[in-house]
């Protein structure tokens, strides 16, 4: 199979970047006062908001946001908003709110490529849940206009891919900065003999699986069902070139600077600290590189895990959380973690983040991650929905 990443047809505003480009669904979902604030500030402008269904709305009645997805979709198609950039890659930098950089290659998944269950060229990172799929495919079903805030990985140690490509040599099409002091983004426009490189080098990575999806599975996996179920009604020419084969996807390479693993802790409500630290030693304790901390209001005690690809760890502590019974909430911060412990309402299983190594060899390895294993990036430095593609015919 040849060019699982590929040039597609990008849209892009044709002004206003700073109010058209939107955080991804899947951030402050516990937080509608963030996204309020953003639909605020926007107004009646065009924007990548008004095309996704931010998960923070999940709980109200799906129906009206899906019809003005719809309708905002087909809107901004048929009314000028875009500038077209035909067989195009868009090379990207963004500058984190860190002060760090990380550069990606916007362009399309072959959908075909892609399994979420199996070893295949594009693979996913986690376990798929079935329920997270139905609202993402709906909106997947009714637009006319997709972005995307799925954020691929290549395991490129040598850095001859998308390190490689020199801006200087192509058009920038943008340059400005992000809402809510996330940083700032750049773009440049690769077309051509350059674009058909890159492709061909992705396809030449080694192993089978090439491309791990990072950010955005849930996302992938709803627009690989919706496109296994469009398919078989189409014919052999139609199935090469129809735009639900394809899915909008932002490339990075796991060894860029920019690209940082962060541990997803554990708060454990209810459970006995001195049980908790035996049943975690029980399951992985031993002399490898990772280590882990059980803490509670009383004290803390670390210890080292064996030599086991993280995935694996991360699943054992799941399942001696699970014979414990213990109510489990699923932390990102340290700080917040350590006011819960201090606070005696649960006991802390401090993670270790993961090495960059062992993120493809646990995925070809073993499969897929367990549910909560890892967080690319805090909030404001992922992808923001910004490039767009036609999704009707």
Known sequence: ?????????????????????????????????????????????????????????????????????????????????????????????RVLT???TRRGLVGVIDLEAYDYERDAPVAASERTVAERLPARREVRERQSVETSH??????????????????????KLYDF???????TLRGWRVTGDSAAALSRKIDALPGGTKIIIGDGNHSLAAAKTLWEQIKPTLGAAER???????????????????VEFFPIHRAAFGADSDALT???????????????????????????????????????????????????????????????????KAAGVYMPAMSKSDFFETVRKSGVFPKKSFSIGHALDKRFCLECRRLAL
């Open 1 to 93: 199979m040849q060019n699982i990443f590929r040039a597609a047809n990008i849209l892009l505003p044709k002004r206003d970047f700073e109010t058209f480009v939107s955080l991804a669904c899947d951030q402050f979902t516990s937080d509608v006062s963030y996204w309020d604030g953003r639909y605020r500030a926007v107004g009646g402008a065009p924007s990548a908001m008004k095309l996704i269904f931010p998960e923070a709305y999940l709980a109200e009645e799906r129906g009206p946001r899906l019809d003005a997805i719809e309708k905002n979709s087909r809107r901004y198609l048929e009314s000028g908003v875009f500038e077209e950039y035909p067989d195009s890659f868009i090379l990207t930098e």
């Open 98 to 100: 860190t002060g760090g």
């Open 150 to 171: 799925v954020l691929a990985l290549i395991d490129d140690r040598e850095r001859g891919i998308i390190e490689s490509a020199d801006e200087t040599k192509f058009e």
């Open 177 to 183: 900065a992000l809402p809510s002091d996330a940083g």
């Open 240 to 258: 090469e070139t129809h735009p639900l084969r394809f899915a909008l996807a932002e490339l990075c390479n796991v060894y860029d600077r920019g």
């Open 278 to 344: 035996a049943a975690v030693y029980s399951a992985v304790g031993g002399q490898g590189d990772y280590e882990i901390g059980i803490s509670s209001k009383s004290g803390a005690t670390f210890f080292r895990c064996y030599e086991k690809p993280l995935g694996e760890i991360i699943a054992r502590v799941e399942n001696a959380l699970e014979i414990l019974a213990a109510e489990v909430d699923y932390i990102h911060d340290e700080f917040e973690l350590s006011v819960l412990v201090m606070s005696g």
